[in-house]
Every structure is written in structure tokens, then in C-alpha cells.
């Protein structure tokens, strides 16, 4: 793999030749609108000027909706009479300009791949992935809401990434993890890292702590039954108020639904995201609800991302980023959960 | 000595405790710790032995009322839909209450969705609920990793860090407006009453927002919605949104898009705050909730002066009263009426 030496001049310079070529988005840290029509909310478009601002730990946004955005156009169509083409289901041109997205921390990134495992049969999806390359940050500081290290990642991972960039004492050194990487390392002339500079961040990332990763495995084990019986569910379920704002701020809740809009006689069949929490979810054409009551729910989100994920593609649904422990209203914090489940008899 | 909060968690766990313990409620509805600082978790308690999880703090900024509904059928003996009411009183419900959240209670009464009769209501007069946005805003990103509480200070404290500051500057902006602190409805009282408050304007907020001029109004408005992601925590942790299908997630006929277009999410929260008329306390718990930090409550907030300006009437100040939506009075204005004087003014 190849490492380059970065100084922070050097990346804003960077930031501003993709961009001549590039989308190139970077985290919002304050509450702003998106800046321009193709941002994904959290997200502002770099196009000269501004300097990059990470906070410490997760961006405000996650990078969920580069992949799956909120909504995505599927197919568009017209109803007007004695159009030649009404009804006819047609796919909308979409840009196949790169996206570059900078400012990505690790578990955002390792969302990617694991959202990938559902989804490597989505067209839509894979496209979105085909054309955005992630530009990441590792971690030197971490929140006490991150664990990262217990879900299998790592603040120092730089897997998923396109192009990782680490802190040293005087800038960054990057590693070029991929084609899309080298793609965007094209052309510019930077000195290789020093060796010094490599051996440092591997020797950060040996003793960065996985260890408490084996401690959750056990859950994998686990039979379905008893967890799906144990009684602390009550007690959430009755705490949740079903509200979505978990799973649309998550990384890894991936669920959709599909719908058309027609207005004015011109049609788009579009998917958005749907969240597991709202009754409509899980509704049946029949009226039926098998997830009819507000604990089934709150224990699906959990279940599915501890145990139905696991079981199927083999990692957690989780990259331990915290920002459901930060926002939940009802203070419902899935490290507890996932100690209550571990306790479970 | 111990703070006022620490007195009023203490009474809160022994009456608690004695209501369970005789009787004379199935649950108690409460606040237990939370896992970060500056939060809290609302908790129903249903055993005497689980009354030491009880606490009280400035941070209970949620209104409990709104699991006062579910947690009364929770209590009662299981039964099928178009099984009878079984007869004999049906089990009580306790839950610890401020002035505004008493007021949902009042009106959840109203509606009649709630029984008078069925709750115990312990009444914690307020003195303002501190908002975890408005310190973590005064910290500029540096990480908050414990708030110790005093009756008039917070301390702060980060991993390099440790400041005091004065805990009214960070109270929320619905109770430093607020004029009824103390709970309306109070069966066990907690700690000592808290007077009315004289506020001079509290309305001053929509009062700043209503002087913009109609341009003015809709760029705050699609700004400040700009970010919504749907999430519906608002609605979610609001003690009036109890239909069993709200509008929005109606599918036959489904009357709201589902994306984030700004038709559709501004519909959403112009119809929510609407079915609040007449009925909102200013609990403030839809603009704490929201993920985004949305204001919404300047919504509900408009039209409580709205309600306030045409019918003389606070909501959930009476249990007894007709709802101001709901009856109709002989000299109630009418500026609607295109022939009456006064309609027409506030057009354009």
C-alpha cells in the first residue's frame, strides 16, 4: 500500500483540485441546511474556500445517504393523456460524476461495507457506491458514546476507506487503500511517508483495543429463543416512544419502502426510508400487524441488528459510532442492551 | 445539605414506595438515571423494591403524560377487544408531574382518554428544566463528561475542564417563559409549591418571529424545517398526538408524501402543530426531543397565543372546562366572516 506525507495546506490544495473535477462534500458541524440541491442533508459542498472541520468523534451525518439516499429516484413516467409515452416506466439519467466525501471517520466507513452485504444486489446502491470515493480521518480522540473497538472496528481503522488520513505531529500521513484512492492521488506530488510515521499508527492500531470485541461474539452464539423471550424487553418497550429518530440517524438501518408521487400528470416511483419503528412498517395489505405493539418493534430494531444480521452475513449491524446513544430521546442506550442481552439467562 | 432536586427524588421514592406498597396504585410513572450526562430515563415502576431507581433532576425535560394513557391499560386485567369492562374500579396509576405536564394530564382528562379517578398525581412544582443543547452549546464541542447539579449552578465537567455556570441561563426557553410552574392537578405533593411566575411577555419569542414581515415568516419557517429527517419524534414524544393512526401514516388514503421534500414536511408539521390548538401546554418536549434541534414549538407556541387572544382560555388549566375547540360561545369573535368587522386584515 502506498502512504504519502500530507501537510494541512497540502489537503485544503487537494480538496480544491478534486473538487474542480469532483463533487466533494464535507461534514456540516452546525445545524444548516444542505447547501445545494444534490447534498445530502449534514453535508456541504466544497467548491473553493473553506477549509475542512472535523469535531471529534462521528460527523453530525452519517454517509448513509451518498448510498441510499432519502428519497432516491427509481424511475420516473407520465400520466398525461395522449402522451405517446404515458405510463411507461423510464430510468431517470443520473449523474455518474464521483462523489468524494471527505472528512469520513472509520465506523462511518466500515457502515459502508456492511450495509454492502444486503445490498450487493442492489443496483442503485452499487451504483451510488461505484461513484463515491470515501476520504477518511482516523481517530487520534474519541467520544465516551464511541465503541467502535467493540463492534469490531477500530478508531484507527482504515477499512472501507478509499483514502485514510492520520494525524502525525506535523500533518497527516494517507494511505491509498484502493483504485478510487489512486484515482484521486493522480497527479499530485507528495513525498512518501516516513517509516517512522507507519510503524507509529500500526503500533496505535495493535494496542487499540479489540479485545473487547470477543465478549460480544458470545451473543452470536446465543439461541434466538431466549433472547427473544428475555423480560427486558417490557421495560424498553414501554420506555420507547417508537419515534424513527434512531434508525434514520444510524449508519447501518438500511430498510426502505417504495412509493410513486404523481404531480401534475408526471410521475417518480421513489424509495425512502422507512424505519422499523413505525406501525406502517410492518402493516399487511390485510390489516394484520405482526409487529403490531410498540415493544415487538423496539425489540426488532435490536434483534435484528444484534442477532438476525449476525446470523445471516456473520458481522453486527453496528458500528458502534453512538449517535443513537446521543439522540435518543428516551435516553435508551444500545451499550446497555447490549449488556442486558448478554446477562439474559 | 441536600438540594432541593435530592429532597424532592427522596420524597418522590418514599411516596412512591407507600403507594405501591398499600395498594393504592398498580405503577408509578418517573424518571430513572441515564447513561450520559444531562440525561434521564422515563421509567414505570410497579414493584416497591424498584422505587430506589426514582430521581428527580433538572433534566426531566420530557412530559411523563405521555405515557400516562398506555401505562393505565397496562395496569388493567387483560381483556379482549369487545370484551366488557370488568367491574369494580379499575387499577390506579401514579405519576409525578409538573405544571405543564399536569395540564397535558388535564387535558388528556377532557378528552377523555385518561380517567380522573385512576391517577395519583405527584405534583412537583417546577422550577424550569435545563436544555442539554443550550450547555453542550456553551461547551463549543468539547466533550461534557459529568454535570454535577446545584440549586442555582451546574458544574461542568470535561476531561480537561471544569466550569460553574448559572443554571437559569440554561433552562429551556418554554419554561423561562412559562407562568404556571406549579402543577394544577396535585393529589401527593413533592416538595414545595412554586409560585406563578410574572412574566412579563410569554409570548415574547413568537411575538420577535410575528414582527417579520410575510417574506420574513416563510424563510424562517423553510429554514428552520430545512433539516427535518422525519423522524417524528416530535409527534412521538407528545402526550396530545394519541390517535391510533396519525395522518401521516395513513395509507389509504395517504395524505403526505414520504420523502423530504419541504411540501411535505412542512405540511406535516403545520397540520401536527394545528391539532395542537387549544391543547398544548408548552411542555416543550417536541422541541427537546428533535434530533435536529428543530424549533417547532414556535408553531404551537403562535397558536396558544392564538387561543389565548380569542377565547381567554390556557390549555388544561380546568379539568372541568370545555375545550376551546370544541364549544362555542355566543360572543366568541368571528373575524372569519367576510362581512364581519376586522376579517380581512390579516391578509397580505
Known sequence: MKVFKVSSVELDAMMQEWSKVHRVYAPVLAKQPATSSDCAPGWRR?????ALTLSTG???????????????TLLTYTLENNHPDKGLMRE???????????GVRPCDARSVLLNNLPYQEDPFFQANRQRTALVGFTCEQTLSTCFCSQMGGSPFGSEGLDLAFSRTQDGFIVEVGTAKGEVLMAGLDLAPAEESEISALASRRSTGGKADATELDTLKGSELGRLYDAPMWKSLGESCINCGACTFICPTCYCFDIQDEVVRGQGRRIRYWDSCM???????TSGHNPRGQKVQRTRNRFLHKLKYFPDRFGPFSCVGCGRCVQDCPVNIDIREVMSDLLAVE | MPTI???????????ARKLLEDGTVAAVIGYGSGSLPMTVKPLVVRSPEDCRKLIWNTFCVLNLANYLPATLKSVEP???????????PLPKVAICATGCWSRSIVVQIQEHQVARDRVVVLGVGSRGMVSRRKVEALFGGREILAVEEGDHDLIIQGADFSETINRWDVVRDNCQTCTHPDPVLVDVRIGEPVSE???????IQVDALEQKSGDGRWAWFTEEFATCIRCYACRNACPLCYCPTCFVDDAKPQWVGKSLDA???????????????????????????CPKGINMRMLTKKLNKDVLNLYGIEAGMQPDAPLPLTTYAMDDPQQFMANEPGSGKEGK
Open chain 2, 197 to 203: 411566575r410574572k412574566n412579563p411577555n410569554p409570548f
Open chain 2, 263 to 289: 411540501v411535505d414536511t412542512g405540511l406535516f408539521h403545520i397540520l401536527r402543530a394545528y391539532h395542537c390548538a387549544g391543547r398544548c401546554t408548552d411542555c416543550g418536549t417536541c422541541e427537546t426531543v
Open chain 2, 78 to 88: 387483560p381483556r379482549g377487544p369487545r370484551d366488557p369492562k370488568p367491574e369494580g
Open chain 1, 46 to 50: 466544497v467548491d473553493g474556500g473553506s
Open chain 2, 5 to 15: 432536586n435530592e429532597t424532592v427524588s427522596e420524597e418522590i421514592r418514599a411516596q
Open chain 1, 278 to 284: 413505525f406501525p406502517l412498517y410492518s402493516l399487511h
Open chain 1, 92 to 102: 431517470p439519467a443520473k449523474s455518474k460524476k464521483m462523489q468524494v466525501v471527505v
Open chain 1, 58 to 72: 462521528p460527523t453530525p451525518a452519517s454517509v448513509k445517504s451518498f448510498f441510499f439516499p432519502q428519497p432516491e
